[in-house]
């Protein structure tokens, strides 16, 4: 069965990284994107962007642009979002999705990655 | 590219139906058949629920329906269960290889 299986909760000072990987199994990782979507507490879904497995292009939304990084690393079918200079609104849950085969819609889930960034 | 908008709440009883909508504009909703709505429990990861405007993924129950008409799409939930109670959010396709989510819609089953 498909699985997405993110890393576990990290605490972070402000200026750090951080880098969140999403493991897939359960299906082939180049067939289709993986989306990452930022959820801050007690808010909303933010789609922050995708990246092509087959190619490894990332495409980010326009805010999201800069301090975040997408990459992969296809000989162990793992996505990954780093985070760079992390500061104290970036405290977040960070999903990963595969995209479903028709395309812009998400069809599997990881578990979801919490950041928190204090001092 | 700014969020679509959903009401924040909406309520119904159980075994009724209730309506989200999801409001967009020409650029977004209006000009394609691209929108999707996803479940959330709290604390647990969203779930797919609709994809392109009406189909259902495989699982899913026919009590979930969606609609699209203009620059607004819908969600209708039927027969209410009370594992229905979650945050709803729809997305869509807003061109340039980018995607756009709803604030959410929090529905209550009374």
């Known amino acids: 069965q498909v699985q997405l299986v993110q890393s576990g909760s990290e605490l972070k000072k402000p200026g750090a990284s951080v880098k969140v990987s999403c493991k897939a199994s359960?299906?082939?990782?180049?067939?289709?994107?993986v989306n990452w979507v930022r959820q801050a507490p007690g808010q909303g879904l933010e789609w922050m962007g995708w990246i092509n497995t087959k190619t490894g292009k990332p495409t980010y939304a326009q805010e999201f642009t800069g301090r975040f990084v997408f990459s992969l690393d296809t000989s162990v079918s793992t996505a990954y979002l780093q985070i760079i200079s992390l500061k104290a609104e970036d405290s977040a849950v960070y999903y990963c999705?595969?995209?479903?085969?028709?395309?812009?819609?998400?069809?599997?889930w990881g578990q979801g990655t919490l950041v928190t960034v204090s001092s | 590219q700014s969020a679509l908008t959903q009401p924040p709440s909406a309520s119904g009883s159980l075994g009724q139906s209730v309506t989200i909508s999801c409001t967009g504009t020409s650029s977004d909703v209006g000009s394609y058949n691209l929108v999707s709505w996803y479940q959330q429990h709290p604390g647990k990861a969203p779930k797919f629920m609709i994809y392109?405007?009406?189909k259902r993924p495989s699982g899913v129950p026919d009590r979930f329906s969606g609609s699209k008409s203009g620059n607004t799409a819908s969600l209708t939930v039927s027969g209410l269960q009370a594992e229905d109670e979650a945050t709803y959010y729809c997305?869509?396709?807003?061109?340039?290889?980018?995607?756009?989510f709803g604030g959410g819609t929090k529905l209550t089953v009374l």
């Open positions: 359960g299906y082939t990782f180049s067939s289709t994107a």
């Open positions: 997305s869509s396709y807003v061109g340039n290889y980018n995607l756009v």
């Open positions: 392109e405007v009406t």
């Open positions: 999705a595969r995209s479903h085969s028709t395309g812009w819609s998400e069809d599997y």
